[in-house]
């Protein structure tokens, strides 16, 4: 056992390219000890001993140039989680390795803890459970900054092993997962290998027959154009020479994913992407980074437009680069980048390379707090999980303010979101902007370099709801939507009270015991509910119902009742986004009721509620859309016009007509004679809801001669 112990000291120290010191090979030496007893008698879907994953992520580990404690972790990361029946805990790591071992375990434990696929996928669990289970994440990860750069290389050999499983639903799942969440905080942190061979990893489980296509294509490519870049790689090696510049240059290939994604983003084929190759200097310094360029530039034409200064303004993500496109002497689009070795090594490591330079725990810890601002701002204010996806993986651009202090925004932003940036106030009181010097409208999007300047009307009451059009980034539109709900928050909790009562009466129980009772304790924990004060206001905004709770305090009884109707307010049948007292119009061409799915589009008369299937849905702006559901109050009369259409037989026509005007149900009757074989009725009704509208279709149909009837 001992020479194997030493067969992985001999591969991390080849890893990391030193010899380990006494103390770094005493950590390890347990560490591999401790998990691999931990693990014994667990096997892999590859039918490998388990305890090869942890070893094989502690080598990745090192890959990022860690420290001894983020591999002594790596190689304990599943101790707690999977060997918990065999008396493992995080008390016990702690007492064994200290704190700052047990501190990454137990971050990465709590990620794998949250089931995150799990939770993204099923549709039982609200968005408040789902992006509760995010901020969780997110939580886990500014603990310390190791934890997500373990949790990833984890994720990393998992992706690599995922063919093993057996289980399809189970590939997708993880594939999907990976894709949605981890690829992008790989971005977000930098660390680009990570990312690109996750990204291409669930690209090759999702799409397989794409996968398989594309990868036959670029080697196909590639063996095609191997000569025409050795040329070009030659020509700009032997011009760095003789200015004594000292750079290595290399072919660089675009990733599948990469690929694929601008083949369908930008509909192109597959001959279309001209930058599919492309060269990458590395230099020895900042200043010989602007030095090659001007070697680049004399060789071939720059291409009007297309250079980046990622160096003088780097990413939001560290990522610092020139990128530049020309012209070669063939006629050919070159791309080009050029860095200093450290950027490189930045580039691709990302948040991890710091370690490598020294400064890992100074860096670390404005990570850390870039996280926690992060989660703070964006998370907790999203209110659906698509917001936290499109945060995720947006493109950027970065622009300037008059004092030339750059900006990164999402790419499309518009001044408003500039505004937010700045601050939440500037924000708020937005009354217009300029770019580069000339008024632009609200709707402008924001250009690479443009210099904004944002004019602020100080008596102005706050922001419009009709910003949410015109607002791109999902920090802005978080931004506003609590400004509306802050205002509307006493509102709300006045109205989460009165259901309260209303229930506590029903109930014949105090307001205080309902609150206090366990089985709804349970149900507020279920769905991600913090407080009795969140609770009212989750009953205020209507996210959680009368009837919700009714279900949890008499569910035996609240089975047999027969379903009334979610009834609405009198003065708006619909909480937009979670808010009261937002104008709303119905949509009359699909004329929605409560107890369909709907979705909010907004206008400059208000919010227009249609059913998501609704056909003038479909080719509008998501921008444009907003999170809408019903508001769960009484009425006191039937409220939505609702249009049906009766098939009748022949011959009773006028016997389905009398039954009717009897039943004393339609407001408008309208009888269409196709032909002598059929007839059709149109009538309209006014409904509380689908219930009622379903319990008047099922008496229409009991009359006879009905063979059809449906909704328009």
Known sequence: ????????????????????????????????????????????????????????????????????????????????????????????????????????????????????????????????????????????????????????????????????????????????????????????????????????????????????????????????????????????????????????????????????????????????????????????????????????????????????????????????????????????????????????????????????????????????????????????????????ETELQMDEVFVFTPKGEPKHLPKGSTPIDFAYTIHTEVGHHFAGAKVNGKLVPIDYELQMGDVVEIIVNKNSPGPSLDWLKYARSPRTRAKIRKFFKEKYHQELVERGKEVLRRLAKRKNMAVEEILSDERIKAFMTRNGIGSADDLVVRLGEGSVTYFDLLRVLDPIQEAKRKRRSPRVLKRSPVIVDGLAGIDVIIAKCCNPIPGDRIVGIVSRRGVTIHKTTCRNVRNISTDRMVDVSWAYEALDKPYFATNLLIEARPGSLAQIVDHLERMNIAQKLEVEKKDPNIAFVKLQVFVKDSYHLEEIMNNVRSIPGVEHIRRE
């Open 1 to 388: 056992m001992i020479a194997v112990v030493s067969e992985f000291v001999k591969d991390i120290e080849r890893i990391l390219g030193r010899k380990l010191s006494e103390e770094e090979l005493d950590i390890l030496t347990r560490a591999y000890d401790y998990a691999r007893v931990a693990h014994e008698g667990q096997f892999r879907d590859s039918g490998d001993e388990f305890f090869t994953h942890v070893v094989e992520v502690a080598k990745l580990v090192a890959e990022l140039k860690l420290d001894t404690t983020s591999i002594a972790a790596a190689l304990l990361h599943d101790v707690v989680e999977d060997c918990g029946d065999k008396g493992y805990t995080i008390e016990g790591i702690e007492e064994e390795f200290g704190p700052e071992v047990a501190r990454i375990v137990d971050g990465v434990s709590k990620i794998s803890e949250l089931k995150i696929e799990d939770k993204i996928e099923d549709e039982n669990l609200s968005s408040y459970m789902k992006l509760a289970t995010l901020q969780k994440m997110i939580l886990a990860m500014a603990s310390d900054v190791r934890v997500i750069l373990v949790k990833l290389c984890d994720r990393l050999h998992n992706m690599r092993t995922l063919h093993f499983v057996k289980d399809p639903e189970k590939i997708q799942k993880k594939a999907r997962e990976t894709l949605k969440i981890y690829a992008p905080v790989a971005h977000k942190l930098g660390i680009h290998r990570i990312m690109w061979e996750l990204e291409d990893l669930s690209f090759k489980f999702l799409h397989p027959h794409e996968y398989r296509m594309l990868k036959s294509l670029v080697s196909r490519k590639l063996e095609e154009r191997m000569e025409i870049t050795e040329h070009y790689k030659k020509t700009l090696e032997e011009a760095m020479r003789a200015r004594n510049i000292k750079a290595t240059v290399s072919g660089r290939v675009k990733h599948f994913y990469s690929i694929w994604r601008k083949m369908t983003e930008k509909q192109k084929s597959f001959d279309e992407i001209y930058d599919l190759i492309a060269l990458r200097v590395i230099t020895e310094d900042e200043t010989s980074c602007y030095s090659a360029l001007g070697i680049v530039h004399s060789i071939w034409s720059p291409v009007p437009g297309r250079f980046k200064d990622y160096i003088a303004v780097p990413k939001s993500n560290g990522y610092k680069s020139l990128h530049t496109t020309v012209i070669t002497e063939r006629g050919e689009y070159l791309e080009i980048q050029i860095r200093s070795r450290k950027m490189h090594e930045e580039a691709e490591y990302g948040l991890a390379a710091h370690w490598a330079y020294k400064d890992g725990l100074t860096a670390g810890n404005k990570w850390i707090s870039r996280l926690v601002e992060w989660q703070n701002d964006v998370i907790s204010g999203l209110s659906h999980l698509k917001d936290l």
